[in-house]
């Protein structure tokens, strides 16, 4: 009887399979064989593994150009054949880390998902040169290193300089007899660079257009003598900053000029890229004077995620109204058609509010519209509820007050013909309290789209071993109908099965803590409960009530060592915002509390606490299918949806978490029996905050929240510096917005559920399996094909578009 495949077998036969299902082998070979050749360079004979990816890159994007090209038209170990070790090329890779957390990770599994569902769609974006930061951790604390993820260069990419387009910046406004101008701006030119998005097996390759910020060549040249042309070319990197780098914020506003411009600038950039495509198309009348936008919402859907892309409603009034001179209320019908937008978040401190100063200089003709809008929004709410003045102030999209604002939530609702949260309970939220004044006007416009991820990636590529012993029970069709998962709810009982899904977790368990061992030298034993809560550092999060538990464990093995625990390694990642101080302790917290706890020799190996450095995709892929219980536990109300911890679920690992975003729905889909569900609801948080909170009472009545509170405070965790933590100590008894305390006695006892549970394998196991036959609502092929019924009127495809070696029909 043949061995088993190892992982990293498994993933190579399936890039061989689909390596060679791209062409004839011989001929991948051969492409290989000139792609490595042209890579060297001249004076070096001896290839580097990089040289040995690119080449490879090249040969595969070599081969979906052509179902790329075809796409677009019809829209409008060491491996057998190569002699390499492909695993090897995969860590070479580097993480394009374009965006803060789950908003940019939901975007790449929408487009990985509209691609497999045959949809004409791009995903527009801006190409930082510099991705969310690398975060090192120096005796204990978060330093960040610049993300240099370019310097090697993209072999995904393809620069489209025939397509670059101009933005306008600053200037002024004039009105004239032949309409409103806007005049004396500064431009920055934005360079497209295409990226193919293959879909599933159907052959559709889609596109993500990235926009780089590039200085025309006569910026600023203009402004100097000609002595200071050295200078005028140096300053060229003005224009060119805007898309140096991301800024590192997640639910957080920070209202900086540099950040508007970048909003601006992919939203300008984007509009005209629509528009030209739109009139280039067979649906655009080649009137040689304009164009009939008439058609334009029933050929364009653009969907804002979140309101960074807000002024896509103002930039498209301004082109309609200013430039193809289409009618007032006529542009303001057809914007309104074609926008629609999804909130992300709840938190006030998250939502943006741009002074109108900062508008006035930078973008002073959008500023006119805005206020123009707002008009007659206002005139429109003051004759349904007349001499209501309050109402006027709150849904005003102007905010008044020493600093005027303009709230970009508030705009995105009046421009947008379908308002969306991103899980049940967000969007009941959405409608009873963050917009309530605007669904009381126009309640036909809120709806729900619970988020998804994609099974291509999250299951398949991440968990091939699972994914196997799945498809040798179901078959394969929930890779592209995850709802398929189901049907494994006959074999919950079975008990080959049941060992066999025990085996892939071990497997991938003693994977994880080998490339622990190896990367961080870091020893665990791999027969404990890996208990893992990875996600961005956020008080709301509440990484600090994981601390508690942590040292709460600690106190009682130190109490008694010879009694009997069950071992747990307890694994947090994330990075902190670089200006969020209280993060920042936190993860200095959770690194001082594993330094005394690993290193005390009456805890053995009964409980480790690990802090997973530069948390980010690629270890995501390693570190979910080898967790044994996710921990999603933020203050109910708090999370909008989150998406990793559907990832947990459908690669087995159990949840502990609030009934708070998406949790709800799982412990829905798998049975609440199924979930280590613990606290406080939605609303015994608005009773608690209506009674007022007093973490002083927690404080005072619970002995071991105590015991831990007072070991932070003391300095036990930090004795080269007993102060360390007052901040934190501070904020948890007195201004806690996320009142952690109040959760602390529940979530506890929860835990000691956990324990229970995990010392009979074979009844966790048992509900690991329900678990993940309960998890195919979380595709996010099912998130896609209710925003495209529903919101963008179109329907998903089965059609598998012809290879590039057939003709098209």
């Known amino acids: 009887m043949a061995a088993p495949l190892s992982d990293g077998e498994r993933r190579k036969q399936i890039s061989v399979r689909g390596i060679a299902g791209l062409g004839d082998v011989a001929e991948v070979r051969k492409s290989f064989n000139r792609h490595l050749h042209f890579t060297l360079v001249k004076d070096r004979n001896v290839a580097t593994p990089r040289d040995y990816y690119f080449a490879l890159a090249h040969t595969v994007r070599d081969h979906l150009v052509g179902r ?85 260069g993209n072999p995904w990419e393809k620069a489209r300089p025939e397509y670059m387009l101009p933005v306008h910046f600053y200037g002024r406004v ?147 109204v200013d430039v193809e001179k289409v009618d007032w209320d006529k542009a303001w019908e057809i914007t309104k058609r074609t926008c629609a937008y999804t909130n992300h978040t709840v938190l006030p401190e998250a939502l943006e509010r741009w002074p109108v100063s900062m508008f006035e200089k930078l973008l002073p003709r959008h500023l006119e519209i805005i206020y ?117 709810l006959d074999f919950i009982n079975n008990e080959t099965f049941i060992r066999d899904v025990a085996k892939v977790k ?62 747990r390694t307890i694994m947090i990642g994330g990075k902190a915002a670089p200006g969020y101080h209280m993060a920042k302790m936190i993860i200095k917290l959770i690194t001082s509390i594993g330094e005394v706890i690993n290193n005390d020799p009456y805890v053995g190996d009964k409980l480790k606490v690990i802090f997973l450095e530069n948390y980010r995709v690629s270890l995501a892929e390693k570190v979910i299918p080898a967790a044994d219980l996710s921990q999603q536990i933020s203050t109910a109300g708090t999370e909008a949806s989150g998406t990793g911890n559907m990832k947990f679920m459908v690669n087995g690992a159990l949840t502990i978490g609030t009934m708070d975003g998406a949790n709800v729905e799982m412990a829905e889909e798998a049975g609440e029996e199924n979930l280590f569900i613990f606290g406080m609801r939605v609303e015994d948080v608005e009773a608690l905050d209506r009674r007022g909170y007093n973490a002083q009472e927690y404080y005072q009545r619970l002995p071991e929240l105590r015991q831990a509170v007072d070991q932070i405070s003391s300095g036990f965790f930090s004795p080269r510096d007993p102060g360390c933590f007052k901040d934190i100590v501070n904020m948890l008894m007195h201004h806690d917005r996320f009142k952690v305390f109040a959760d602390y006695e529940a ?30 609502k979380f595709s996010s092929d099912r998130t896609i094909t209710e925003y495209a019924r529903e919101i963008w009127g179109v329907e998903p495809s089965a059609t598998k578009i012809p290879p590039p070696n057939l003709p098209r029909d």
């Open 68 to 152: 790329w090209i075809r796409t677009q038209q019809h829209y409008y170990e060491r491996d057998p054949k190569l002699g390499l070790d492909l695993e090897e090329l995969e860590e070479i890779e580097e993480d394009a880390g374009l965006g803060n957390g789950g908003l940019g990770r939901l975007a790449a599994c929408f487009l990985d998902s509209m691609a497999t569902l045959g949809l004409a769609a791009y995903g527009y974006g801006i190409r930082y040169e510099f991705g969310i930061f690398n975060q090192k951790i120096v005796d204990g604390w978060q330093v960040e290193e610049a993300d240099d993820w370019l310097r090697y």
């Open 174 to 320: 004039c009105h004239t007899p032949d309409g409103v101008k806007w005049i004396d701006t500064q431009v920055v030119l934005a360079m497209p660079y295409d990226t193919p998005v293959p879909g599933y097996k159907n052959n559709t390759v889609n596109t993500m257009r990235l926009w780089s910020a590039k200085a025309p060549n006569d910026f600023n040249l203009q402004e100097f003598n000609v002595g200071d042309y050295i200078e005028a070319v140096l300053d060229r990197n003005l224009a060119e900053n805007i898309s140096r780098v991301l800024y590192p914020n997640d639910n957080f506003f920070e209202g900086k000029e540099l950040r508007l411009k970048q909003e601006y600038f992919v939203v300008a950039a984007t509009l005209q890229d629509i528009i030209r495509r739109f009139k280039s198309s067979k649906f655009g009348c080649r009137d040689p004077v304009r164009t009939c936008f008439e058609t334009f919402p029933d050929k364009v859907a653009i969907q804002l995620n979140d309101t960074h892309p807000a002024l896509s409603i103002p930039e498209l009034m301004r082109i309609l």
């Open 372 to 488: 123009a809008l707002n008009q007659m929004h206002l005139d429109r709410v003051a004759a349904l509820y007349p001499g209501d003045i309050d109402r006027l102030r709150r849904m005003s999209v102007i905010e008044e007050g020493d600093c005027k604002r303009i709230n970009m939530a508030h705009l995105c609702v009046i421009g947008s013909h379908a308002v969306n949260g991103v899980a049940r309970i967000h969007s009941h939220i959405v409608r009873s309290s963050v917009f309530k004044d605007f669904y009381e006007l126009e309640p036909e416009k809120f709806q729900n789209k619970t988020n998804g991820i994609t099974p291509r990636r999250w299951l398949l590529l991440c968990n091939p071993g699972l994914a196997d012993i799945i498809a040798e029970k179901i078959g394969e069709g929930f890779i592209t109908d995850l709802s398929q998962l189901r049907k494994l």
């Open 506 to 567: 071990q497997e991938n368990k003693l994977k994880f803590a080998a490339y622990l061992e190896e990367q961080y030298k870091v020893k665990i034993n791999p027969s404990s409960m890996f208990d893992v809560q990875v996600k961005r550092i956020h008080e709301y999060k509440r990484q600090l009530l994981n601390c508690l538990h942590a040292i709460t464990l600690y106190n009682r093995i130190r109490s008694d060592p010879s009694k009997s625990f069950v071992p």
């Open 747 to 776: 979530y506890i006892k929860c835990q000691g559920q956990v324990d229970q549970l995990f010392m009979d394998p074979r009844e966790w196991t048992k509900k690991v399996i329900r678990n993940i036959a309960c998890s195919g």
